[in-house]
């Protein structure tokens, strides 16, 4: 049955609307919601509510804020099964996770919770004996652009800090998941107690998106523009928000790299490669993009690195036994069957996999990539990784450099100084030692380097982010003024 909705989030009423557009069930192509197609006059008043209710909810005490953030959080867990089912039907993912997802997600809520009762400022010395203060305070309005291959934990990270900094939003889900990265929240919002205005949701078809996009960015009601997405997209919303002098926290692609080492633990090693590359078809910005082997231990890896890979699972996601489900669309699929077809022309091989049937991408292992091949210099997003041979530890740094992007990326070793000396030399957001690039803390920075984004997620960085630094002085000195005056 295909999932129908009350209308767009506006000012804490459901809104309706004459004009929808179709959500699809990536794994086999039918529709699985009607959903409200927004454009520019909806997306005004979905500002001007939220500019209406930012004085009360920037002045609402932060223990009120937190308690809010909580209820957000509860009411997620509560509702973990359906919300995964809908992870799973609207954007493809496996069962786990979705249910992984749902559990992150309400993890970052309760980590804006805490936040709430962190520092909202500090004390400065003065020559002059002054009372010294930087203080911080809500920016305001904040838009909210959210992607489809991780919509809840994606959602959730910038909003949960931006509402506990006192800002209100505007949020536009990606057209992809405009259930599982938009109405779901004001579903949560209504049911949660939120005040009218402090978060409004609208949602439109891809033909709207460039006036709905602008007027998120460039109304001057808006302060502050949050994107997850495309590099190419996020440069051209942060060069927007960048005119009009506004604040922006883009994340954006990655070419990610996994460093294996001669001394790793090879379980570890194959593990964290296998996760690493193929979870969620490889839609995830920390994807593994560049698998770099250390000659000595390759053949062994790629005996139980293969291993791994052959035995996952393709198929539709409505069966719990298939990790791997389908891209999202049939231009994703498209692109990376391009890139497979363009490095098996110019010489690789696919140890495994290398099949494309619509949407389905079998778990592909790719050897003797070439840096003129596509799959080695631009962002895959999909389930196929490139294995690449080094000698030495200068070797797969310089490899793992050889990209526009600085998102994440990983090192297997067993000895930590030596992990820790690779990774301060990774350009890179975030390194992971021993484990994966996919990583993700609520608490933690989060952001990358380069092409990959500007701006970081998470604890008191976003904080940060989400908040104006004033100055504010109470002389008690007298400071004498000069004479002439």
Known sequence: MVKQFKGLYINGQWQPINKGFP???????????????????????????????????????????????????????????????????????????????????????????????????????????KISMATRRPLGVVSVISPWNVPLVLTSRPMAFALAAGNTIVLKPSEETPYCGGLLFAEIAEEAGLPPGVLNVVTCSRDNVPEVGDELIEHPLVKGIVFTGSTAVGRQIAAKAGAHLKKCCIELGGKDALIICDDADMERATSSASFGSFMHQGQICMSVEKLLVHENIYDEFMEGFTARAAKLKVGPTSDHSNVIGPLINDKQA????????????????????????????????????????????????????????????????????????????????????RGLAIAERLETGMCHINCSPVNDEPHAPFGGVKSSGVGRYGGRWAMENFTETRWITMDRGGRPYPPVF
């Open 23 to 129: 959500s699809f069930n990536p794994s086999d192509g039918s529709v699985w919601a009607d959903v409200p197609d927004g454009g520019r006059r909806e997306v005004r008043q979905a500002i001007d509510a939220a500019q209406a209710a930012l004085p009360g909810w920037s002045s609402e005490p932060f223990t009120h804020r937190a308690r809010m953030m909580t209820k957000f959080a509860d009411i997620l867990e509560k509702r973990r099964p359906e919300i995964c089912e809908a992870i799973m039907a609207e954007g493809g993912g496996w069962f786990g996770k979705g249910m992984f997802e749902v559990g992150l997600a309400a993890d970052a809520w309760h980590a804006a919770s805490a936040a709430c009762y962190g520092s909202i400022g500090e004390m400065l010395p003065s020559e002059h004996n």
């Open 334 to 417: 498209a692109k990376v069957k391009d890139q497979i077809d363009d490095a098996l022309a110019r010489g690789a091989t696919a140890v495994v996999g290398g099949g494309v049937e619509g949407r389905f991408v079998s778990p592909t292992i790719l050897t003797g990539v070439t840096p003129d091949m596509k799959v080695y210099c631009e962002e895959t997003f999909g389930p196929v990784v490139p294995v690449i041979p080094f000698r030495t530890d200068e070797e797969a740094i310089a490899i793992a450099n050889d990209t526009e992007y600085g998102l994440s990326s990983g090192v297997i070793t067993r000895d930590e100084n």
